[in-house]
Nanobody, 124 residues
Framework: QVQLVESGGGLVQAGGSLRLSCAAS????????MGWFRQAPGKEREFVAS????????YYADSVKGRFTISRDNAKNTVYLQMNSLKPEDTAVYFC?????????????????WGQGTQVTVSS
C-alpha cells in the first residue's frame, strides 16, 4: 500500500511563494507518475501539474503555467510543487496523486493513490 503525505501549505500574500512536498512510502517511488491537484471550496478537484515516472516530462494546467514548477527527487521519494506569483484564486487544498508507470497523471480517475491534502491560502 502506497502512502502519500503532503506538507508545505500555509497562508501567503498574493505575489508570494510556497513549496509543497509530497513524500511517498510503501512502494517503489521511481516507478510512479505523480500529479498535483487542487480543490477550492465549492468546486471540483482539478489538475495542477504532473511529472512522468521517467522524470523526463512535466505538464501543467494553463492557469499555473509559468508560475508553478513540479519536480521530483527519487532518492528522497518526494515530489515538489514550487508555486510562485501566487494569486488569491490559487487558494485550495492541494493533493498529490500517484499511479505506476504513468506519463501524464492529469485525470482524477487515473489516480491510484491520494494524499490527505495540504491547505494553501493566498490573501489579497
Amino acid at each position: 500500500q502506497v502512502q502519500l503525505v503532503e506538507s508545505g501549505g500555509g497562508l501567503v500574500q498574493a505575489g508570494g511563494s510556497l513549496r509543497l512536498s509530497c513524500a511517498a512510502s510503501g512502494g517503489t517511488f521511481s516507478t510512479y507518475g505523480m500529479g498535483w491537484f487542487r480543490q477550492a471550496p465549492g468546486k471540483e478537484r482539478e489538475f495542477v501539474a504532473s511529472i512522468s515516472w521517467t522524470t523526463v516530462n512535466t505538464y501543467y494546467a494553463d492557469s499555473v503555467k509559468g508560475r508553478f514548477t513540479i519536480s521530483r527527487d527519487n532518492a528522497k521519494n518526494t515530489v515538489y510543487l514550487q508555486m510562485n506569483s501566487l494569486k488569491p484564486e490559487d487558494t485550495a487544498v492541494y493533493f498529490c496523486g500517484a499511479r505506476r508507470y504513468y506519463t501524464n497523471l492529469n485525470s482524477l480517475k487515473h489516480v491510484s493513490w491520494w494524499g490527505q491534502g495540504t491547505q494553501v491560502t493566498v490573501s489579497s
